[in-house]
């Protein structure tokens, strides 16, 4: 079964510092990878896909199929960046969406 | 453009009463998505409606779950009867197009249920 881990359920860092969430999934063939974040008292929304390789406020990620890894990057990680994290594989063509358990990104200042 | 929508906000229930949640999807998204979370594990996929029909239920727990979306607007689902173990936020999104390479699925605020 497909299957999205994210090891670390917390991740806190200070403000400037570099971040890393890891994202690792188990898919053989080509995966549609996604990152999700939840703000204090705001809805999941989408941060950015593999796909269109963009670079949502500051943020990067980088599919690498050789470690099957998704990693989300950010150079300086600012306050506002603390929420919730979570990585996701779509299966299939239906829009299914399987979750990773989340990471929790805490930036002190 | 209003968003998802899911009533109620939260619900505290006792085992072996029966909850419906609902969630109204946004306006001519045709895909509507059921998730839960339950505490400290990751977000589930529960099913899947396209229009008034279940394109996908694999993710559902149990008969005593049942969801619905007569006519392809809104969804109920409705739990009957409600265990511990169905305690957690529920998830509902809604997207214009299935296919994961959008990826963007809109969600709901959710409906955290307790279940005592």
């Known amino acids: 079964a497909q299957r999205v881990t994210q090891p670390e359920k917390l991740l806190s860092v200070f403000k400037g510092a570099p971040v890393e969430l890891k994202c690792n999934y188990s898919?053989?063939?080509?995966?549609?990878l996604f990152w999700y974040v939840q703000y204090s008292r705001q809805r999941l929304q989408l941060l950015l896909r593999h796909i269109s390789r963009e670079s949502i406020k500051g943020f990067t990620a980088d599919l690498n199929k050789g470690e099957t890894s998704f990693h989300l990057k950010k150079p300086f990680a600012q306050e506002e960046d603390s929420a919730m994290y979570y990585c996701?594989?779509?299966?299939?063509?239906?829009?299914?969406?399987?979750f990773g358990q989340g990471t929790t990104l805490q930036v002190k200042p | 453009e209003a968003g998802v929508t899911q009533f109620p906000s939260h619900s505290v229930i006792e085992k072996g009463q029966t909850v419906t949640l609902r969630c109204d999807p946004i306006?001519?998204?045709?895909?509507l998505y059921w998730y839960r979370r339950v505490m400290g594990k990751e977000i589930k996929f529960l099913l899947h409606f396209v229009k008034e029909s279940k394109q996908d239920e694999s993710g559902m727990p149990n008969n005593r779950f049942l969801a619905e979306r007569t006519g392809g607007t809104y969804s109920t689902l409705k739990v009957q009867p409600a265990e511990l173990e169905d305690s957690g936020v529920y998830f509902c999104?809604?997207?214009?197009?299935?296919?994961?390479?959008?990826?963007?699925?809109?969600f709901g605020s959710g409906t955290q249920l307790s279940v005592l």
């Open positions: 999104a809604s997207s214009l197009t299935g296919a994961t390479e959008s990826g963007k699925l809109f």
């Open positions: 898919y053989s063939g080509s995966p549609e």
């Open positions: 306006s001519g998204h045709d895909n």
């Open positions: 996701a594989q779509g299966s299939g063509n239906t829009g299914k969406l399987i």
